[in-house]
């Protein structure tokens, strides 16, 4: 039914089976995440309600270049009279950013972590996700999911928004930075949130692992993290430093960055298992140990 309107439809079919094919569309309003730096996740889901088909088959997910009509688009048509690229909307995925996978020929509930293009569509986008979910496979295989318009909520397409909390560092107890009470908010981060230290506190930070979505050391804070013989262990997507601190550090995290550091021997000491390391017009001297393990270095008008 290529000339058939579904915006109003209860269920949600994708794949194919007997020779006809459904693709899907979606739209979500992310405009209100005002700091997309701050998301960590931003989970879609798909709730199953039957399937059919010899085996499964994979669709694609990805972000759709055209807006649509959602009451009178068409497998021909973004909006009743104007052609999409080639009918189906598959030549309007953006293909070029990240995809994803959506399993069909099973009565399996879906969920995909889509994070990169909501972040795309607050910076570019004015908020507005666009999606497309098509079948490439010719075998037969679907699934019919619950749609927008099924009165039953938990079977509704969802977009699942993580964001981190900030958490900054106060030192009012003691060294240690699982203790909830050397936080602002009373309590110590976790891997939801973002762990900033921007001020000094009566203690500096020493003992235990900091698990946390991003570490921020701010340039106005200037007590010693971690110690010559007690490295504090952080584990984090991304470690910034902007300091007057010497650091003693043992990373877990896809990357780490530094930048101004003071000028002083040893302005920071690294252990870990680092993907990228940026060093950034430091005038301090930036050590790497022997047992750290780390892909890449960068280093730019600084110290190599």
């Not at 007690?230 to 010497?246: F, G, M, N, R, S």
């Not at 017009?281 to 890449?296: F, L, M, Q, Y």
Request: proline share 3%.
């Amino acid at each position: 039914n290529p000339t058939t309107n579904y915006g109003t439809g209860i269920y949600l079919p994708m794949g194919e089976w007997s020779g006809g094919r459904r693709h899907a569309l979606l739209q979500f309003d992310v405009s209100s995440f005002a700091k997309p730096s701050d998301i960590v996740s931003a989970n879609f889901s798909l709730t199953a309600i039957s399937s059919s088909g010899g085996s499964t088959r994979n669709m694609t997910l990805a972000r759709l270049d055209q807006s649509f009509v959602d009451t009178s688009a068409t497998w021909n048509t973004y909006n009743g009279v104007d052609s999409w690229v080639t009918a189906g909307a598959e030549d309007n995925a953006a293909t070029t950013q990240p995809t994803y996978t959506i399993e069909v020929g099973a009565t399996t509930n879906q969920t995909v972590d889509i994070k990169p293009l909501v972040i795309d569509a607050i910076n570019k986008r004015s908020g507005v996700l666009l999606l497309v979910i098509f079948f490439s496979s010719g075998a037969s295989a679907y699934t019919t999911f619950g749609a927008t318009d099924n009165l039953s909520t938990p079977t509704k397409p969802s977009l699942a928004v993580t964001v981190a909390n900030r958490i900054e560092w106060s030192g009012d107890t003691n060294t240690d930075v699982t203790d909830s009470g050397n936080w602002d908010k009373g309590v110590a981060p976790t891997a939801n949130d973002i762990a900033m230290f921007i001020s000094n506190g009566e203690y500096a930070p020493v003992r235990n692992t900091l698990t946390c979505h991003k570490c921020y050391i701010g340039k106005n804070y200037s007590q010693d993290v971690g110690e010559t013989a007690d490295y504090l262990t952080i584990v984090a997507d991304e470690v910034y430093a902007d300091t007057k601190a010497q650091l003693y550090l043992h990373i877990t995290a896809d990357e780490f960055i530094i930048r101004g550091s003071k000028d002083i021997v040893d302005g920071c000491v690294l252990d870990g298992t680092i993907t990228s390391v940026y060093i950034m017009n430091c005038s301090s001297e930036v050590r790497i140990k022997s047992s750290a393990t780390i892909s890449k270095i960068f280093s730019m008008n600084g110290n190599d």
